[in-house]
């Protein structure tokens, strides 16, 4: 979105006789921009642009020669503020004379700009502050740096130990009498007790004892692979549903026209459960459950035809006789045509 004050330097330019794609490539923005910007009124006309074109082509300093001198001055580490500064031109102008190649990315940016800030940071004065007892959190607030710019400019004879240090990290590493340790091992002093004479860790006196003289566990040998034994397939139980119904009351209450999923229904089981007790011989078809599960009425084409005649309608008829329309109109027809 262009603000106000870009919005006049637009105008201001444009009135100056800045092309209109001079004045986009200097502020950074699209010619159409520009273009709606300036004013119906002020625009200037083709004659007027060309005889424009002329007069700056006259009055323009060499562009080549500014290109040149943004591009060694950019290389040089300057920012592209720093360079506008110092050639008198903004930031946009020298954006525009940059190649994308020649752009720095935003993390070669932020690095210059932390080794322009570590350059000017006093060393021996923070080598002063931190052997005083300074923190490197607190050193880096104190100049702007990160703590990590402050570590890498103290000695490492310096840098104090980070977390809780043992006596024995502390002093550095000791020269242990050897001999005596084994001598007292071997008279019968423990590891732990030897470890806290001479504040080291046991593993410490372990490790200056040797193995045949050990009288701890003996090391663990590596177990032998053992072959994998097939595992047998896991049996599954078979779960037996109680019936609330005997088999003999589900076939009489099939026999009797109830429907398999009703009976299973009520028997608390699967349909396929009630079909599995039924014999062969007895069980019914799908047109069969059909018929007897969706009794139909008698209800004739005739007399369908005859209602039809006496001013009733279809929906009328199937509200009635509890069919379908499509059923009605199907019965209508038959042995008869289409009233």
């Given at each position: ?8 330097l637009?105008?201001?330019?444009y009135r ?8 986009a490539r ?8 520009v273009q709606?910007?300036t004013?119906?009124?002020e ?8 005889r424009q074109?002329h007069?700056?082509?006259?009055e ?8 040149l001198?943004?591009?060694r001055?950019?290389?040089s580490?300057?920012s592209?503020?720093?360079v506008?500064?110092?050639l008198?031109?903004t930031?946009?102008?020298?954006w525009s004379?940059?190649?994308r190649?020649?752009?720095r990315?935003?993390?070669d ?8 800030v570590?350059?000017r ?20 607030l104190r ?7 402050i570590r890498?400019r ?17 002093r550095g ?6 001999e005596?340790?084994?001598?007292r091992?071997r008279?019968?002093?423990s590891?732990?007790s030897?470890?806290k004479?001479?504040?080291?860790s ?12 050990w ?5 663990r ?12 397939p896991r049996r599954?139980?078979a ?13 009489t ?9 009703s009976?299973?229904?009520?028997a ?7 079909i ?7 069980r019914?078809?799908?047109e069969q459950a059909?018929r007897?599960n969706?009794?139909?009425?008698e ?5 369908i ?10 929906r009328e ?12 109109r199907?019965r ?8």
């Amino acid at each position: 979105m262009v603000t106000d004050e870009v919005a006049s330097l637009i105008r201001r330019r444009y009135r100056e006789g800045v092309s209109v794609r001079a004045v986009a490539r200097e502020l950074g923005i699209s010619k159409n921009t520009v273009q709606r910007k300036t004013p119906a009124a002020e625009r200037r006309s083709a004659v007027d642009a060309a005889r424009q074109r002329h007069k700056n082509q006259l009055e323009a300093p060499d562009a080549r020669k500014l290109r040149l001198e943004v591009v060694r001055l950019y290389r040089s580490g300057m920012s592209s503020a720093e360079v506008a500064s110092a050639l008198g031109i903004t930031k946009p102008m020298v954006w525009s004379r940059l190649t994308r190649q020649l752009r720095r990315s935003r993390s070669d940016t932020a690095s210059l700009a932390s080794r322009r800030v570590a350059s000017r940071l006093p060393e021996e004065e923070i080598i002063r502050r931190y052997a005083a007892g300074e923190s490197l959190t607190a050193l880096g607030l104190r100049y702007g740096v990160h703590s990590s710019t402050i570590r890498r400019r103290i000695p490492k004879d310096v840098i104090r130990p980070r977390g809780r240090v043992s006596p024995t990290q502390r002093r550095g590493p000791r020269d242990l009498p050897t001999e005596e340790i084994r001598q007292r091992y071997r008279e019968g002093e423990s590891a732990y007790s030897l470890a806290k004479a001479f504040a080291v860790s046991q593993t410490t006196i372990r490790l200056r004892i040797p193995d045949d003289q050990w009288r701890g566990h003996p090391p663990r040998k590596p177990a032998a692979p053992s072959q994998p034994q097939p595992k047998s397939p896991r049996r599954i139980p078979a779960r037996r549903t109680k019936l609330s119904l005997s088999p003999i009351q589900i076939l009489t209450r099939y026999r009797a026209g109830e429907s398999a999923t009703s009976i299973a229904s009520t028997a608390r089981v699967s349909c396929k459960t009630i079909i599995r007790l039924t014999p062969d011989n007895e069980r019914r078809t799908s047109e069969q459950a059909l018929r007897v599960n969706r009794p139909v009425p008698e209800l004739t084409g005739e007399e369908i035809r005859l209602r039809r005649a006496r001013g009733e309608t279809v929906r009328e008829i199937t509200e009635a006789s509890g069919l379908s329309v499509k059923t009605v109109r199907n019965r209508q027809c038959e042995d008869g045509t289409t009233q």
